[in-house]
């Protein structure tokens, strides 16, 4: 059998980890198998040392893939709008949509994972990785409006974002649902001033 090139285990290695973000943030952390990640990435249960040194870490390096996403949607939301209240609105409209409820795979892992992460150790790898993302998120948001640095719009703009994901997604079916995503838009993107 011929052996991988590093390009191909580092493509490998990508594919599982795409593979883990959409997983982790379907079934939670503890939801997700190596055997049925590693088939649904399309190789052998046998590879999965060679590129992870455990669950837990691939976890953590899943969680940090997948909130790194939302600061990618942050970043071309600035890069295609003509001004950062319009790239805020953007977000936030696309973040506390229909689509981005029924499509946890694809969605934000600070709503995704936040009750893995209440219920992980201090010290476990996923809670780092989360607490990195989640700092990131807010660092983001800041860059989406004029605020200073002391100004506290962002933790609540990410606590109504998450939050609101959170029971819409509970509550799907039913049209508590709509109403909850529809109050979460209209409160943060009303001006307030």
């Keep these: 059998m ?4 590093k390009a191909e285990a580092e493509s490998h290695r990508r594919e599982v980890l795409a593979a883990a973000a959409a997983q982790v943030r379907v079934r939670g952390a503890h939801g997700m198998s190596v055997p049925g990640l590693m ?15 455990s669950k837990e870490d691939l976890v953590a390096q899943a969680c940090a893939a997948a909130c790194a996403e939302k600061a990618r949607e942050i970043d071309r939301a600035l890069a295609t709008s003509p001004d950062a209240s319009t ?3 953007t977000f936030i409209e696309r973040y506390l949509s229909e689509a981005h409820r029924e499509h946890p ?10 009750g893995d992460v209440a219920r992980a150790d201090a010290e476990s790898p996923l809670r780092a990785s989360y607490l990195d993302g989640l700092r990131e998120m807010i660092a983001n948001l800041d ?51």
């Design 105 to 114: 795979g694809q969605g934000c892992g600070i709503a995704a994972l936040a």
């Design 2 to 5: 011929p052996r991988t090139t």
């Design 39 to 53: 088939a649904a990435a399309g190789l052998t249960h046998g590879g999965f040392y060679r590129h992870f040194r």
């Design 143 to 193: 860059r989406l409006g004029e605020r200073s640095e002391a100004d506290s719009a962002a933790l609540v703009e990410v606590a109504v974002l998450a939050g609101a994901l959170m029971l819409a997604r509970a509550s799907t079916g039913d049209e508590l649902s709509e109403r909850i995503l529809a109050a979460a838009r209209e409160f943060l993107t009303t001006d307030r001033r």
């Design 87 to 89: 790239a805020r609105r």
